[in-house]
């Protein structure tokens, strides 16, 4: 309902007529309380106007201190905008910090001094992001102590070769392995600069690597049907035992690091060295994040007899890993990367995480296992593990040449036991036949 209109000049004539207040007569007793309502709604009205006064004073004041200092706080902006679009990467020092060195590790930590770099333009953070991307395809698929990884200053005096990278004692000396790899990606300009934004590529290129294959490529990898992997129940059911599950004499089971079918040329069940690595889906997984998904299908067709061994890889619809990076080889890191991926494709884990939720499978310390069989083997000269590296590149990347690797490894039971029996067996021959 509206406020009734009060005049100053009805308010005075009412103020001013005199009323006998000690009577009982309903007339006189009404307009008593019609003017002492019209009072109350006069004052009230005053006092309304008054606030609305000292509000609109308000606002103007503002606006007129906004229009006085405007051009310098935009000035300053449009400064500061230019300058994150237009400057590169900052190439002064950033901030290190000793990284963390494990239980018991006699890692040296590395100096500290404040840090006055600027962030990554766009520009340079996108190339970053490429970096990470690249890493994860071919070095790995988790960066250790990512909290203190950007931080730590890359030694570009240490011999990589002597670093303990798979010791978890020395994870500072895993971290210096990891920069080492991440930084041969970087453009000149950002070679000892190291940002989150690799980081950040990395989880990029690692959740997309994730969709492609439960949702994409993975039935052709795997030759299966696509309805196979899409349920976790049903790729448990079905593909338990080709990832390595064994029970025990009391019925209950896990899932082997070395006897899984899946990583064996022959899908046997038990560890052989001459079939390790060997799994042509593993060699089509590689390659359909390399190549993209049509060279899956090709290698598949090539594997089945539908066309000749040697027919050349179909020209693909988009770029690729393999265009944007020029791959002509694969690393070491790359197919420990693809054996992990083959066996959490057809695990019962949704999310690709450095430990399953559903199968207790820890994927990055998989890695690390089967990464040091690569790298003990190329380090002894093995001639099996030499001819694990050769057939993947024939078969991936038959137009390019083949990559070294001769990283430092460490030692892993049953796998390395066989790999010095059979140095050891080579060297014997040599030696016989002198």
Avoid at 225 to 252: E, Q, V
Wanted: proline share 5%; aromatic share 6%; charged share 30%.
């Amino acid at each position: 309902m509206p406020h009734p209109v009060i005049n100053s000049s009805d308010l005075e004539n009412d103020q001013h007529e005199v009323l006998d207040l000690d009577t009982d007569d309903p007339d006189t007793l009404k307009k008593v309380r019609l003017q002492y309502f019209y009072f109350c709604a006069a004052l009230f009205s005053q006092r309304c106007q008054v606030i609305r006064d000292l509000q609109l004073q308000r606002t103007t004041d503002r606006a007129a201190h906004r229009r006085e200092f405007g051009d310098v706080t935009n000035t300053h902006g449009r400064k500061r905008a230019r300058k994150r679009t237009h400057h590169s990467i900052s190439h002064k020092r950033p901030r290190t910090a000793s990284a963390p060195s494990g239980r018991g590790s006699d890692s040296e930590p590395s100096d500290s001094e404040p840090s006055d770099a600027e962030p990554p333009s766009e520009d340079a953070a996108e190339c970053l992001k490429r970096a990470g991307r690249r890493w994860a395809i071919e070095r790995g698929l988790w960066l250790v102590g990512s909290k203190h990884l950007f931080n730590t200053r890359l030694d570009g005096d240490c011999d990589t070769s002597r670093l303990r990278r798979f010791d978890p004692d020395k994870i500072g000396e895993k971290i210096q392995a990891q920069l080492h790899e991440i930084d041969p990606y970087l453009p000149k300009e950002y070679r000892g600069n190291q940002s989150k934004d690799v980081q950040e590529g990395v989880r990029t290129q690692r959740s997309n690597t994730a969709t492609r294959l439960r949702k994409v490529a993975g039935p052709t990898i795997f030759n299966v049907n696509p309805t196979d992997l899409k349920d976790s129940a049903r790729r448990t059911r079905d593909f338990k035992d080709d990832i390595g599950w064994k029970t025990d004499d009391s019925g209950s089971g896990s899932y082997d690091i070395l006897d899984v079918p899946i990583l064996h040329g022959d899908m046997r069940s038990s560890y052989s060295l001459d079939q390790f690595l060997l799994n042509p889906a593993l060699m089509r997984l590689y390659a359909c994040l390399a190549r993209g998904p049509e060279a899956a299908a090709h290698m598949l067709d090539r594997d089945l007899g539908r066309v000749p061994a040697d027919a050349p890889f179909p020209s693909s619809k988009t770029e690729t890993m393999r265009d944007i990076f020029k791959l002509d080889h694969v690393e070491l890191g790359g197919i420990a990367t693809s054996a992990v991926l083959a066996i959490w494709a057809l695990s019962g884990d949704e999310q690709l995480r450095e430990t399953g939720s559903q199968t207790g499978i820890n994927y990055a310390e998989r890695h690390d296992e089967y990464l040091q069989i690569l790298m003990e083997g190329m380090a002894m000269k093995s001639p099996i593990i030499q001819h694990i590296v050769d057939v993947w590149n024939e078969k991936i990347f038959p137009e390019g040449r083949r990559g070294d690797a001769d990283e430092q490894p460490r030692g892993n039971a049953r796998a390395l036991q066989a790999l010095r029996a059979e140095a050891a067996a080579v060297e014997q021959d040599g030696d016989q036949t002198e």
